[in-house]
């Protein structure tokens, strides 16, 4: 049986970046790892009353639990992070507009003269059982479930060559992604670029409409279980992520078709490699058999996944096998 | 029982613009229309070894057959297609890297000092009864089947302002869109901007990639049935696309985050008008209810199409039902 | 003595596409030709109360003087139009913001929630011999003289294809660049598309700033006199500029980028074809001595002029000499 | 006299990041101080077949000399960084292409395809009494002499919010801004993210062109002088740069439309402060006096500088008249 380590969200094990921190505890290969994650707002956030911009104080925003020290990572291994469970650690989910910030509104560089758009909170409802949460507007009586589809927001390490990024920024040490396929099942490979990996979680999310529309999902605090492996010497660019049935490449650039790009280009490289198609070929086939989701157009960097199915590849054993893996250990909890 | 009005693909039904050319028929709002298109090459690739380049000259590309007149329809109306049925109408399907064409290869605007890649074709045999389709690679003996997902590429009117564009730009006319939702059971939205429309369809795919990757789809001629209404006084700006099941909105620009924005900018406005919603809560709606499907990133536009699930909006009877008259039409065929 | 070839901006001698249309007239290369332009508004706005939204009606916007049929051009050749002489044709010129229109204001395309900004007038007077034009704001007392510094925004050709473009448009064929250089004494090398070329000028400027900000120069009827010449079989994909000192290439794309990376493609190819560098030592001599200007960024497309000294050339007798021919044809006059 | 504190470009004094470092020593405003700055390349490339990546490695690249300790400066304040003189501290210079790097050929995030353009080094002579550089190709026997006009490619502080960033790259807090602006009598204004500011200074170019098209300029070493003040209470967001003649706002972004809207954004808020115009009266102002020179398409962020000659603004005594203050410490040397 695999070990259970536990980290709670206590001001001590909270960061608001990736690099630039002691670990808060050490992880080891194959442990069973529970952490709560507090949500982007630190809990702030209570009412439709608590606006954001009042309640939050940069630069403390989405805070992320850990970091913590992967035992036997090093500097150009690949770090896998197995999602094995999210369960939403609150009956209530908070979204919010945010000045300056979101896809339809002026921001610091989509640069505008227009006033910014007023501030507002929505609060959700959450029923864990029937799977729902409840949207209710603002200023009429319109109600609507929506399926509940927990994911997290932000995992990522300590970014190469000594930088230290914030919380709300995602790179290619992952960071605030904002990918809805993140969920209870997937496996995240992240590029390792210290000793130890660094690895923090954080920014549950009840669900988002794709590409995070406003800037904000229904946030929740969420409780996470997760296993992680080091795969020694597969040196990766930027983040991947595996389920049981795709293999997706995430591009993190500006503008968003370079995300686009960026993930392509990785998807068609490792189909290369998994079937040994030439690179026409892997183009070929990516260019019919691939699928694209965006997943923020508000960050500091937009994000999009490129995914093929796994049976399009004969299964394609990537990464080691590390999915199958990890899948195991969270079946064994 | 409605007419079947027939058009073939015989050189004086076919088109290179939208725009610009006198109609080769005229079709009544309600009329059951079938129409057969020629592929992108306009049928001369018909092996691996017809390259592109060489058989099809600019700008004799991308063939619509039409256009039609359809009666009744004004500037300012707004033209419904619904796309009852589609048939691939051939056992093979084509595709092929262009020149400085591609997401993933230099181009006339992202110019670059590289050389081009190499033109290749691919084809595909088509298991219409499996509903499968074959790649082959050409430098391995791989081999795989994909799903067929017969979709038209092509589908416009003649723009505003007395433009004409050509068969293979995508804009608020409709044109080149590439948005692998618009198949059989789909209603495309389309503004009126002359008297008569002059509706034009074509660019059959056998089945595509999210973003068209490398520039081509599956290409194949098609068996196209359709019905159009005519809905006076419904100015749109550009395309939407509704099925059974969601409401999207088109959006047409680049870069690719500006086709997010104006597809999403569009769903909102609808939101707020189906649902009485007042703007930041149909922001708020969509921005966790939305999904965001990536049509092309390589026309000369970019296309995103914003959904949003009719169940949401309590079955969203936008458009005026035409969606629902027009499935009708199809069947009682 | 060449003849001048004169044509007024009467209703029948004005168009406002490139493309579509039958000539006003034919001009023969040597020719020295006068035209008088209409300001972009059609000269609808005449104080600071005639708002632009309510004068102008779409598409009757940015009325270009033409077609004129150049004889002797044909598909595959090259025009080159060299600017005589401009003479602004009034003493007064407009600027406005337009509702949705602008590089700092929501689009169409750059869709946000914000509601449009107010629609403004100001006026301009000209003092033809300081060389001035005169600000004033609308909301203060506040003054200031600015150089004034004629130019067209506005020359282009039939498009390829068959194509039909609005006048407001720029693209491949010319049209609405609106790049500040288009002055007198440049010559503008634009490809031709359909015998005759069918040349268009239109929407002078007193002077803009770089990039055309709010979207609308110092608007100004004008007095243009121009020549032009054919190159033959020296087919070029966009538009190009010489003048005395300098050649530049021009890039029209989304998003700016890409009218930098093609406008810095097409500058290395043409070094290479003056200096017989190989590519690399070409792209090395343009990345320390090249420069880069903005046109606009705020039209359909964007546009950048990249720049090379002809010295640094060794006075790069590029275009078979046209502008140094052209330019004597106006000394002569 | 104000004293001269001098710092050589030992390994000691050299960092690699802005922020994460402890300074390398303090300087007080008012203070004319000499530093020696290394290359991009540490000095690395000696030869023209010194290859970049065999000579240099990652993160270990851009060294700026410094960080230095401002006394006085804390968060919230404004950093006046006064370029008293530059001289190039080498009779020759070197530029090159490197893989994935540059406008025209394919990177990490714009991914593409194709192979990589080779990597090739240019050695230029510079000729500082003559005031040029000499180009000399290297497949041919082309040279020419461009001017020298020497410049820091990287001026900086610490980042907000505790951020670490690589020398590399551009942001709010200054760092690779590559602007030619950035010169000998030149005054950079940057906001202050911690206490002391954590300046540091390096990659001195002797030339570059508009945008570093192929990524990398004429690099040398330089002998720089400078003196900074603190301007207290004064937030700004991001870079600002004055002259004598003109004022600037830098914009920082991606795609390059955003840093041109941001910089001018900026630029029309400094214009109302400074003249008491309101909103659109500024935004027409710059509109018609306004210039934008684009100072790097290659980095992590593209750079504009959105420019408006003081004159026009009676003399704009903006940030404190802090530029008027520090050329005179430069002129008492």
Chains 1, 2, 3, 4 share one sequence.
Request: proline letters at 6%; glycine letters at 12%; hydrophobic letters at 40%.
């Amino acid at each position: 049986v695999p070990d259970l380590m536990s980290f709670d969200a206590s001001p001590g094990n909270v960061s608001y970046t990736f690099g630039g921190r002691e670990p808060v505890g050490e992880i080891h290969p194959g442990d069973l790892v529970r952490l709560r994650t507090l949500d982007c707002f630190g809990g702030n956030v209570r009412s439709v009353a608590d606006l954001p911009s009042k309640m939050c104080e940069f630069p403390f925003l989405n805070p992320v639990t850990g970091p913590l020290y992967v035992s036997g990572a090093d500097i150009g291994d690949t770090l896998a992070v197995h999602i094995t469970d999210l369960t939403v650690a609150s009956n209530v989910g908070y979204s919010a507009t945010f000045p300056h910030f979101g896809a339809l509104t002026r921001t610091a560089t989509t640069a505008m003269l227009h006033p910014a758009l007023a501030e507002v909170v929505w609060q959700y409802t959450i029923d864990a059982e029937r799977g729902t949460i409840r949207y209710a507007a603002r200023n009429s009586n319109f109600e609507v479930d929506l399926p509940l589809s927990p994911m997290l927001g932000t995992v990522g390490v300590a970014p190469a060559g000594g930088e230290t990024r914030l919380s709300i920024v995602p790179g290619w040490h992952g960071g605030n992604l904002d990918c809805p396929q993140l969920t209870a099942g997937a496996t995240l490979y992240l590029p390792v670029s210290c000793e130890g990996a660094l690895l923090a979680v954080g920014d549950g999310h009840a669900r988002q409409g794709d590409g995070e529309l406003c800037g904000v999902a229904v946030e929740v605090p969420m409780d996470v279980t997760l296993t992680v492996d080091v795969l020694p010497g597969l040196g990766i660019a930027g983040p991947w992520l595996e389920t049981d049935e795709q293999i997706m490449c995430i591009g993190v650039a500006r503008p968003l078709e370079d995300a686009y790009r960026s993930a392509h280009h990785g998807l068609v490289r490792l189909v290369q490699d998994l079937t040994a198609l030439d690179e026409l070929d892997a183009y070929q086939l990516v260019s019919q058999a691939g699928t694209a989701r965006i997943g923020n157009v508000v960050d500091e960097q937009y994000t999009i996944a490129a995914a093929i199915d796994k049976g399009v590849l004969d299964r394609g054993h990537a990464f080691q096998n590390a999915h199958q893996r990890l899948r195991a250990v969270g079946g064994n909890r």
